[in-house]
């Protein structure tokens, strides 16, 4: 098996047109620079029911649940609607139970003022209904969209570099106790 930590970036977004892409886009640069990291997506646009994409329905349920068993960790890439998280986003988390179960979470959101982060203490909350445990430090964008340069890029502050590297550091600790801890001891024999 690989020593390094396969991370599953999740699309909090299923918008056409969403600024998610950018911010994907962004993380991506950022965990190809790390050695210790395989990457994966999740996307409501690829898999859910009602996307058009090459693994929409029946088979994109199982492609996700797939891509959710097989991370190690995830990077969850949200913007906050109407004070909370989208419901595509709700929708993935709901496709699958088990896959989910002893694995940590971290967060990137954006949004208007708040920068996401209600959208997130909200996610905290459904994380450890599915036995994931979610790391403290995250990245947040308020005005997001203020962010993007005439190159169409995303660019970040020091601060939320800075932001991006711990949390990046906390979630790689926790993956690698916690995958230490699957091999040791079934994780399912606590959860009868
Ligand atoms: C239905 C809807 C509700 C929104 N509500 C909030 C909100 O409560 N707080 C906030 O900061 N931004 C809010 N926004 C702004 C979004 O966070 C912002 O448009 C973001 O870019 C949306 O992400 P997306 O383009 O990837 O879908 C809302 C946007 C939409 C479409």
């Given at each position: 098996?690989s020593?390094?930590?396969?991370?599953?970036?999740?699309?909090?977004?299923?918008?056409e047109g969403?600024?998610?892409?950018?911010?994907?886009?962004?993380?991506r640069?950022?965990?190809?620079?790390?050695?210790?990291?395989?990457?994966?997506?999740?996307?409501?646009?690829?898999?859910l029911?009602?996307g058009?994409?090459?693994?929409?329905g029946?088979?994109?349920?199982?492609?996700l649940?797939?891509?959710?068993?097989?991370a190690?960790?995830?990077?969850?890439?949200?913007?906050?609607?109407?004070?909370?998280?989208?419901?595509?986003?709700?929708?993935?988390?709901?496709?699958?139970?088990?896959?989910?179960?002893?694995?940590?979470?971290?967060?990137?959101?954006?949004?208007?003022?708040?920068?996401?982060?209600r959208?997130?203490?909200?996610?905290?909350?459904?994380?450890?209904e599915?036995h994931?445990?979610?790391?403290?430090?995250?990245?947040?964008?308020?005005?997001a969209?203020?962010?993007?340069g005439?190159?169409?890029?995303f660019?970040?502050?020091?601060?939320?570099e800075?932001?991006?590297a711990r949390m990046?550091?906390?979630?790689?600790?926790?993956?690698?106790?916690?995958?230490?801890?699957?091999l040791?001891a079934?994780?399912e024999?606590?959860?009868?």
């Amino acid at each position: 098996m690989s020593e390094r930590i396969r991370v599953a970036i999740v699309y909090g977004s299923g918008r056409e047109g969403r600024l998610c892409d950018r911010l994907v886009d962004w993380v991506r640069e950022r965990m190809a620079m790390q050695a210790a990291f395989d990457m994966a997506l999740i996307d409501p646009r690829v898999h859910l029911l009602g996307g058009s994409g090459p693994a929409s329905g029946e088979s994109g349920l199982s492609a996700l649940r797939e891509e959710v068993f097989r991370a190690d960790a995830f990077i969850v890439v949200t913007p906050e609607y109407n004070h909370g998280y989208p419901a595509a986003l709700k929708e993935i988390i709901d496709a699958a139970y088990r896959e989910w179960h002893a694995k940590v979470a971290a967060f990137v959101s954006y949004g208007g003022t708040s920068g996401g982060i209600r959208a997130v203490e909200q996610l905290r909350q459904v994380f450890a209904e599915l036995h994931v445990a979610t790391v403290r430090d995250g990245v947040s964008f308020p005005h997001a969209w203020e962010r993007i340069g005439a190159d169409g890029r995303f660019a970040a502050t020091p601060s939320q570099e800075k932001a991006f590297a711990r949390m990046t550091a906390q979630l790689l600790w926790w993956a690698r106790a916690l995958r230490d801890a699957r091999l040791a001891a079934p994780y399912e024999e606590t959860v009868q």
